[in-house]
């Protein structure tokens, strides 16, 4: 199964809990995308990660929200004191890396926050 | 930073006919990529055509193919022969090689009636 895999599909919390979304690349892949997609909205950029490292992580909203990628595969995001403005599909993609314009997405989770 | 601006939320094509779904851009960079991808509702972002800036030859995949007019910063996709399969929202995005981050546009909702 060669695909990007995202868990959980769907998470309902409530307003204020901490949520943890997991992404699991391509295997192979350096570069690791995460992005918010709103209801009827283009997804939105959050972060990027080339190997271990957050290359560009100018896309998070505000220090609620944290991504890490310790072993430079799994890639997890941490979303702090949840609020309902949070509600949204989170999308991950992975590619090859710097210079490949290709990327694979994951089927997304769907966030709630009630 | 780039904008993709995409001006039409929804359309409809009858099947079999033909269908135009436009988008524009902005960006200051000379090296770059345009995309455009299709999203059914299972969410699973599909690449579904990819324009390289520095080609002047429009790229084709089958029934599929782009209008890309650099001086103007557009970037249309013309679908042939539409399928209900079709059906789904699409999604124009560029890539800046400097940076290696993706933007879209906010989508276009594409209707098939049978």
């Known amino acids: 199964g060669a695909g990007v895999s995202q868990t959980p599909s769907n998470k309902v919390t409530e307003k204020g809990k901490y949520v943890e979304l997991r992404c699991d690349p391509i295997?192979?892949?350096?570069?690791l995308y995460w992005y918010r997609q709103s209801l009827g909205q283009g997804p939105e950029f959050l972060i990027y990660?080339?190997?271990?490292?957050?290359?560009?992580d100018s896309g998070l909203p505000n220090d609620r929200f944290f991504a890490v990628r310790p072993e430079g595969s799994v890639s997890t995001l941490k979303i702090q004191r949840t609020e309902r403005g949070d509600s949204a599909v989170y999308l991950c993609?992975?590619?090859?890396?710097?210079?490949?314009?290709?990327?694979?997405f994951g089927p997304g989770t769907r966030l709630t926050v009630l | 930073a780039q904008t993709v601006t995409q001006s039409q939320p929804e359309m409809s094509v009858q099947e079999a006919e033909t269908v135009t779904l436009s988008c524009t851009y902005d960006t200051s960079e000379s090296d770059y990529y345009l995309f455009w991808y299709k999203q059914p509702p299972s969410r699973q972002m599909i690449l579904v055509i990819r324009?390289?800036?520095?080609?002047?030859q429009n790229a084709t995949e089958n029934r599929f193919s782009v209008n890309f007019q650099k001086a103007a910063k557009s970037f249309s996709l013309k679908i042939s022969d539409s399928q209900l399969g079709d059906a789904a929202m699409y999604f124009c995005?560029?890539?800046?090689?400097?940076?290696?981050?993706?933007?879209f546009g906010s989508g276009t909702k594409l209707n098939v009636k049978p």
């Open positions: 324009q390289e800036a520095y080609k002047q």
């Open positions: 995005a560029s890539h800046e090689y400097n940076f290696n981050k993706f933007y």
């Open positions: 990660f080339q190997g271990t490292g957050a290359a560009d």
């Open positions: 993609a992975s590619s090859l890396g710097y210079g490949s314009n290709e990327q694979f």
């Open positions: 295997s192979g892949h350096t570069a």
